[in-house]
Nanobody
Framework: QVQLVESGGGLVQPGGSLRLSCLAS????????MSWFRQALGKERELVAV????????NYADSVKGRFTISRDNAKNTVYLQMNSLKSEDTAVYVC?????????WGQGTQVTVSS
């Protein structure tokens, strides 16, 4: 059974940091590209960051470049999103996704709220 379980969300003040984790199981994690999406209330889901299976490829939304870092540990079947210099507009549900060809799976998401 495929599972993607996110953790690490919470309430943080503007300028603060959080690290999100997504633990995968039920598939060969190292073969899949992994990405983080987010969806704010009343807005469409947007791609935040992606990392290839080989970890040499990463890409980011313009809105998070220089502030967020995606990484993965294939030995732990986990993808991370380090978020620094958080802004109120980063408030959203963050969801991880696994993709290999036509196969893709989504996690349930973790809430990140940036507020003073």
């Amino acid at each position: 059974q495929v599972q993607l379980v996110e953790s690490g969300g919470g309430l943080v003040q503007p300028g603060g940091s959080l690290r999100l984790s997504c633990l995968a199981s039920g598939f060969t994690f190292s073969r899949y590209a992994m990405s983080w999406f987010r969806q704010a209330l009343g807005k469409e889901r947007e791609l935040v960051a992606v990392i290839g299976s080989s970890v040499t490829y990463t890409n980011y939304a313009d809105s998070v470049k220089g502030r967020f870092t995606i990484s993965r540990d294939n030995a732990k079947n986990t993808v991370y999103l380090q978020m620094n210099s958080l802004k109120s507009e980063d408030t959203a549900v963050y969801v991880c996704k696994a993709v290999l060809g036509k196969e893709n799976w989504w996690g349930q998401g973790t809430q990140v709220t940036v507020s003073s």
